[in-house]
């Protein structure tokens, strides 16, 4: 079957979930891939939406974490304070998505300024919300984003949220508790980080190839000694996508 590389992404990325996570969910492709991975495999994945929805069930996609859908069929409703202090910052949190415009080397996020002077940048983005909260805390971490040389520089203009900073022990040394970026799913593959944090390429998609992946990497990429291919989305993962959650496109 023919599919878009959006909905490879998304694909790829509901695939990670497991079965009884505890997922922080954000709009857009991230939300499509959690609500994917609860009408497969992972019925009993507990969505938490920001601003104070707990074991959420939406009949339909919802389109903001505002979203009056989300209620319906939730565990609880509280607030955005509560789901920040006794559920993230407990740990109770196993899986959040993350997005930004350059994720570097070290799984580091920026979602603030493009260019090296942050009073006078060449670009400036709507910065963390809750994310670098979410970066320190949550025990796994995904990011979807297409895979090109500009959005993977060796290092980031400005670090929104943390990965690995620079590898090594420095997160550790921060205090944060949480696992970092564990993977990040791009429409060449996949990448993890290795002992030292560093992103290597560990799958590929089918029709991708090691010499793209590098070449739209800002740092000389490893590759992971046992490399994968992914496999390709099936029927029913598209069905769902398509008919089901977003049947008028509005993430795909």
């Not at 979203?67 to 109770?92: C, E, H, K, W």
């Not at 979807?144 to 980031?156: A, D, I, L, V």
Request: proline letters at 5%.
């Amino acid at each position: 079957m023919e599919y878009t590389l959006s909905e490879l992404l998304i694909i790829n990325a509901a695939r990670l979930l497991k079965d009884g996570d505890t997922v922080f969910v954000g709009v857009g492709s991230p939300n499509l891939a959690c609500n994917l991975a609860m009408r497969t495999h992972a019925p009993s994945l507990l969505m938490i939406y920001e601003a104070g929805v707990i074991g959420s069930r939406p009949s339909r996609l919802p389109l903001s974490i505002g979203d009056p859908t989300l209620v319906s069929g939730a565990a609880a409703v509280t607030s955005m304070y509560d789901i920040f202090a006794f559920y993230l910052q407990r740990g109770n949190v196993d899986v959040a998505f993350l997005g930004g415009a350059q994720i570097d080397k070290f799984g580091n996020i920026n979602a603030t300024v493009i260019g090296s002077d942050y009073a006078h940048p060449k670009v400036r983005m709507p910065g963390s919300g809750g994310s670098m909260e979410i970066a320190g805390w949550a025990n796994r971490c995904y990011v979807m984003t297409p895979h090109q040389k500009r959005r993977f520089p060796e290092k980031c203009d400005f670090v929104t949220s943390a990965g690995f900073l620079g590898g090594g022990g420095q997160r550790e040394a921060t205090g944060a508790r949480g696992g970092g970026t564990q993977c990040v799913v791009t429409d060449l593959g996949l990448m993890e980080p290795d002992a030292n944090g560093e992103l290597v390429l560990t799958a590929l998609h089918t029709g991708a190839s090691v010499e793209q992946a590098r070449a739209n990497t800002g740092w000389e990429l490893k590759v992971a000694e046992h490399l994968h291919y992914t496999e390709s989305p099936s029927e029913k993962e598209l069905h769902i996508l398509r008919e089901e959650l977003d049947p008028q496109g509005t993430y795909r």
